[in-house]
């Protein structure tokens, strides 16, 4: 009798030790969400707290821009539109920038297209097609003259907007941008990489995400010590919003074949590039110096990756300033 009422105790305090278990775990898998969500929301605040502020503009019954735009516009400042590249929203991608760059330029810095919140029920997918939206939405606006400083998958929207409208584009800064890449280069790094591009742009798992940030920074990859399930939450607020139509992006820039005859633009261009580049390879970024000639400058920022802008912020808002003002 004493034997059972003794298991029965056991068996009491392990089914309570469990339950209590299984609530802990739970609490901390929605506490770690909420940390994303709220690091988030911190963001907002602080492009809040640099004079911005978030706007919705319809260009049509199909297509939606969000944009973060300066509050008070001053016809005595001019207008940067700063254009985000793979790898999130602008919130994460220019946390560096606004600061620095807020209180010198009337900021417009769009979500492109399935990135953040603009959306488009279009079937098109091309680098010019959200060019074009983004210089409708900059008209509703009543945006008619500006700067575009734009990274990466960036890099091909805002050189399309200069091509497409060089009456409203001023001067371009062109980051890391591989508009230069012949279909050799691309294939010997597609090779080199050994994975397809859309599974580390539009990353599924924390090794994906932790690829994305090695191959994108030069310095030690702060991921690595970031637990799995804290990887799975942000993975889940930035890239699964969209997902389908973020893969058909990256797969149109793969899939097309190089632009051997790029169109020239008229503008003056600075051209910045990380000397460890392990995206886009420095040469590219020569490469796109000879294509435009005397109306470029090159800038190479020393120890730096394909993410310069994070790695080495002090040096890119300098160089943004001085050219852009000058």
Same mark, same amino acid.
């Given at each position: 009798?004493?034997?059972?009422?003794?298991?029965?105790?056991?068996?009491?305090?392990?089914?309570?030790?469990?339950?209590?278990?299984?609530?802990?775990?739970?609490?901390?898998?929605?506490?770690?969400?909420?940390?994303?969500?709220?690091?988030?929301?911190?963001?907002?605040?602080?492009?809040?707290?640099?004079?911005? #502020?978030?706007?919705?503009?319809?260009?049509?019954?199909?297509?939606?821009?969000?944009?973060?735009?300066?509050?008070?516009?001053?016809?005595?400042?001019?207008?940067?539109?700063?254009?985000?590249?793979?790898?999130?929203?602008?919130?994460?991608?220019?946390?560096?920038?606004?600061?620095?760059?807020?209180?010198?330029?009337?900021?417009? *810095?769009?979500?492109?297209?399935?990135?953040?919140?603009?959306?488009?029920? #279009?079937? *098109?997918?091309?680098?010019?097609?959200?060019?074009?939206?983004?210089?409708?939405?900059?008209?509703?606006?009543?945006?008619?003259?500006?700067?575009?400083?734009?990274? #990466?998958?960036?890099?091909?929207?805002?050189?399309?907007?200069?091509?497409?409208?060089?009456?409203?584009?001023?001067?371009?800064?062109?980051?890391?941008?591989?508009?230069?890449?012949?279909?050799?280069?691309?294939?010997?790094?597609?090779?080199?990489?050994?994975?397809?591009?859309?599974?580390?742009?539009?990353?599924?798992?924390?090794?994906?995400?932790?690829?994305?940030?090695?191959?994108?920074?030069?310095?030690?990859?702060?991921?690595?010590?970031?637990?799995?399930?804290?990887?799975?939450?942000?993975?889940?607020?930035?890239?699964?919003?969209?997902?389908?139509?973020? *893969?058909?992006?990256?797969?149109?820039?793969?899939?097309?074949?190089?632009?051997?005859?790029?169109?020239?633009?008229?503008?003056?261009?600075?051209?910045?590039?990380?000397?460890?580049?392990?995206?886009?390879?420095?040469?590219?970024?020569?490469?796109?110096?000879?294509?435009?000639?005397?109306?470029?400058?090159?800038?190479?920022?020393?120890?730096?990756?394909?993410?310069?802008?994070?790695?080495?912020?002090?040096?890119?808002?300098?160089?943004?300033?001085?050219?852009?003002?000058?």
């Amino acid at each position: 009798m004493e034997s059972k009422n003794v298991w029965q105790l056991i068996s009491l305090y392990l089914s309570t030790t469990l339950a209590l278990l299984r609530h802990l775990v739970l609490h901390i898998l929605t506490f770690n969400q909420s940390i994303i969500i709220f690091m988030d929301s911190i963001l907002s605040l602080y492009f809040r707290s640099c004079g911005l #502020s978030p706007i919705a503009v319809d260009l049509d019954d199909q297509t939606t821009l969000h944009f973060w735009v300066t509050n008070h516009r001053r016809f005595d400042k001019p207008t940067l539109v700063m254009v985000h590249g793979y790898g999130g929203n602008p919130l994460w991608q220019f946390i560096y920038q606004v600061g620095p760059l807020s209180p010198r330029f009337n900021l417009f *810095i769009p979500d492109l297209l399935f990135f953040g919140k603009s959306f488009s029920k #279009s079937p *098109i997918r091309s680098d010019l097609f959200q060019a074009e939206c983004l210089l409708n939405g900059l008209g509703k606006l009543g945006v008619d003259r500006f700067s575009v400083y734009a990274i #990466s998958y960036g890099g091909f929207v805002g050189y399309r907007m200069a091509e497409m409208r060089p009456d409203a584009v001023e001067r371009v800064v062109i980051m890391s941008s591989g508009l230069l890449y012949s279909d050799e280069q691309r294939a010997a790094q597609l090779s080199e990489i050994g994975r397809h591009p859309s599974e580390i742009l539009v990353p599924k798992k924390p090794d994906d995400l932790r690829l994305l940030v090695n191959l994108s920074m030069c310095k030690e990859n702060a991921l690595n010590w970031v637990p799995d399930f804290l990887l799975r939450q942000f993975i889940t607020l930035m890239y699964d919003h969209c997902r389908k139509e973020k *893969i058909e992006l990256a797969n149109y820039l793969v899939e097309k074949k190089a632009d051997t005859n790029l169109p020239l633009i008229s503008q003056e261009t600075l051209i910045i590039w990380g000397d460890r580049d392990k995206v886009f390879p420095l040469e590219l970024a020569y490469k796109l110096q000879r294509h435009l000639g005397s109306n470029s400058r090159l800038e190479i920022v020393k120890n730096a990756g394909h993410a310069t802008n994070m790695e080495s912020p002090d040096e890119i808002n300098r160089l943004i300033l001085s050219f852009v003002l000058s």
